[in-house]
């Protein structure tokens, strides 16, 4: 895939390949100038691109070209320059095989008919909750036809992939961007089963670093050959370090290589309980607000007496939420806790408002990225009703979640967690419930370690967090468990916790003690890299 406008990839669950990821991915899976290339969701050409100019290299025929190349692409814009991209490589591309229209509707017409040597690309990391019912079903009724049963909870990404396999002919090979995730959910245990019996050789290499703005950390899958065959999982460092022809030992488990030895088994027993779910099939998750500039927005009634008509209450640090409640006294004590929110319709009219943004403008706050990308520049977008709970953006001693009973909205340093309209009643007992150790093992395992051992969720990682199912949550020592957390009393939080995750999620004890140690290895190993902080001074 290509780039397109932020917003609309978000919508499509578009994050485009950069060059060299999809030429990694093109020298592996293109190896014969007569190979015919297929990429199910082109965007603007990343992969057709690198795989025209790979078979020219090999010795393709320029008039043979056109026939060799063949895509479908949602967006038709994207379409359109993914055409030109092509023409740019060789006149004879004016003519290649691209389709608009849906991939799975492609599929649906075309599965069994149609076959490539090679199939390459990025399935769109969107999740089936994001698109609506009868989309959701049909995308997984494609997937059975392709031979993949997959469960409602999985993400757009597993019935893309299990269709572009079958398009794979017999002995061909198959190479995809997958999201980290797929290494541990559930929901895609089918789809790795069918690719081992698919093909001969399934590798998944997981890459540790950023690989492009999907905030997203990545996994490389390679398929080839005539199956049964066996999965086996690889890490990298980066794509930089990536050596296909002499790739590291592969590792039993994706869990296994970063957990101690006598945890990995209970861990991954904890993982599998289908009493889990991602949080995406139990709420939606947003990003906060973005300001701009922090100093600028974010006020207090005695700095500037803009009237409340004006301003929003806002959370803005995770360190901010000292429980699994936060209640108005706990907004009260939040510094700055106002976010100056002028309607975009705002006219002038405000004297003391009028006079603030004449002030931002004179000192060159509106000509800051984010205020120079808005109109007009002081109008913060996506303002929206108060979540039903806070999300940490970051942690690093512990995860950082509370439901929302201030009425209060958050800036982008917190996520913001809208549940499902059944279950807004017993958001405080699903939050609490989040202390439990498989959550917060899953959250160490999905987030990306920065600077001083901080982890970051993105939001689309946020979405994957493994949480217990509400349908089982009868009862949760909500109350008990905020007190010992604004107590610093994490311990005894989190055996409560792990009592509820023993009952809801049917685990042994054992189990579940070896998936707390499990995680409190894995915090320990991204905090040893930096002088240890004190807690009062840690930010999350």
Known sequence: MGWVKSEARALLGAYYTPRPMAGTLVRWAVRHPGDRVFDPGCGEGSFLAEAATRLLDLGTSPRRLPDQIAGVELDGSALARTRGVLLSRHPALRWGRLAEGDFFAFAAQHLGQVHFDAVLGNPPFLRTQGRNPAEKRFALSVASRAGVELTGDASLWAPFVACAAGFVRPGGRLAMVLPREALFVRYAKPLLRHLEERFAEVRIVALDDLSFDALQKVALLFCEGLGPGVLRLHESSSLSQLDLEHLPPPVRSFVAARIPEDCREAVERALASPALVPLSEVANVQIGMVTGDRDFFLLDSERVPVPGRFLTSVVTKPGQLPGTLFWPEDLRAVPRRFLMTVPPEYSGGCEVLDSYLKEGETSGIAEKYKC???????????????????????????????????????????????????????????????????????????????????????????????????????????????????????????????????????????????TRRASLALREARLRATPRASRASSPA
């Open 372 to 514: 120079r990308t808005r109109r007009p520049w002081y109008a913060v977008r996506r303002v929206g009703r108060p979540p039903d709970a806070f999300l940490g953006y970051c942690m690093k001693w512990r995860i950082r979640a509370a439901a929302n009973l201030s009425g209060a909205n958050s800036t982008n340093n917190i996520h913001r967690v809208y549940f499902r309209p059944d279950l807004v009643s017993v958001g405080a007992r699903i939050v609490s419930s989040w202390m439990n150790a498989v959550t917060t093992i899953s959250a160490e395992l999905l987030g990306r370690v920065y600077s001083g051992g901080v982890l970051k969720l993105e939001p689309g990682e946020a979405g994957g967090l493994l949480v217990p199912d509400p349908a089982g949550l009868r009862y949760v020592p909500t109350e008990r468990i905020d007190r010992a957390l604004r107590s610093s009393d994490e311990l005894s939080a989190w055996e409560l916790a792990d009592r509820v995750a023993c009952r809801v999620l049917g685990l042994a004890p054992s189990v579940v003690a070896r």
